[in-house]
């Protein structure tokens, strides 16, 4: 690959495996007892304090178009990660990756249709192989789908898909200033929802539930901060197909971390996903 090629996707790469992180805490505090308001107020508050520590860019006046554009982002990135993390507590990780990693197919469609261009189907196909090796590489049958598990994941794709496409604008600057900015609304209003469903909302919050918690939460935030970046600089489409090393990074961090040993389908899973990625990134210039 050369280094133009390299350089433009390494903000998704980075993306892909900050959220790998976010998203391999998750079971964990699970098993210790956290709730789902608790890991998402948690997630939120911690990336909206740590946006706002480092955000160091001057002050700009948003125009009303930009500030409702920027709404919808937040609006949208929170029914995200918190349909994600309710999917997550329905169904194992493995199984709501393959559901949730949908949506670069739904980008790339609405893509074309906002910006009238032909359906290129080497490219479908690239994203349909990606998809299938996300499959082929977690094992997954259908003993342990639950309809709802399923429906959430996949309205987490949608919610998704709608980030990916708002965020290509010249009103969305990258960068922690963006991030402080989308981290408000939903911070407020999964930390109300938490208080008001949970009995004894201080008491009943443990050291290990604060751990995971954060560690999910320092990987949702390094996630967001280059994810944006990679948008504003190769575009929804090509950036939503790097995501699909999301879930390689995550089978690899569970190799490193767990020792866990590798069956021949996570290798041919891994082989497929890496193949298409790079094959459709190699197409990507028209989909900026």
Do not use: C
Request: charged share 10%.
């Amino acid at each position: 690959m050369s280094h133009k090629f390299s350089t433009n996707v390494l903000a998704a790469i980075i993306s892909a495996f900050s959220f790998s992180l976010a998203a391999a805490a998750v079971p964990y505090f699970y098993k210790v007892g956290g709730s789902v308001f608790l890991l998402l107020g948690v997630r939120y508050i911690f990336t909206l304090s740590l946006s706002s520590v480092l955000d160091k860019s001057p002050k700009k006046q948003k125009t009303k178009e930009a500030r409702i554009r920027l709404v919808l982002i937040s609006i949208f990135q929170a029914i995200f990660v918190g349909s994600y993390m309710y999917s997550i507590k329905l169904i194992p990780l493995s199984l709501a990756v393959v559901v949730i990693y949908t949506f670069p197919i739904i980008t790339f469609f609405a893509n074309s249709l906002i910006r009238s261009r032909s359906i290129d189907v080497l490219s479908i196909l690239a994203l349909l192989a990606s998809l299938l090796g996300i499959w082929v590489m977690v094992q997954s049958d259908t003993s342990d789908w639950n309809l709802w598990g399923v429906f959430w994941g996949l309205f987490a794709s949608v919610a998704q898909s709608f980030v990916n496409i708002l965020s290509r604008h010249e009103s969305v600057s990258p960068g922690w200033g963006l991030i402080k900015y989308i981290m408000v609304l939903p911070a407020a209003v999964f930390v109300i929802i938490y208080f008001m469903t949970t009995a004894a909302p201080i008491a009943s919050v443990t050291a290990p539930m604060l751990m995971w918690g954060l560690a999910s939460a320092i990987g949702m935030s390094g996630g967001f901060y280059f994810f944006f970046h990679s948008i504003a600089k190769i575009g929804p489409v090509r950036t939503a197909n790097v995501m699909y090393m999301e879930p390689v990074f995550t089978i690899i961090l569970g190799v490193m971390l767990l020792q866990n040993v590798l069956g021949y389908s996570q290798w041919l899973g891994m082989l497929i996903i890496l193949l298409a990625t790079i094959s459709l990134e190699r197409w990507g210039k028209k989909y900026d």
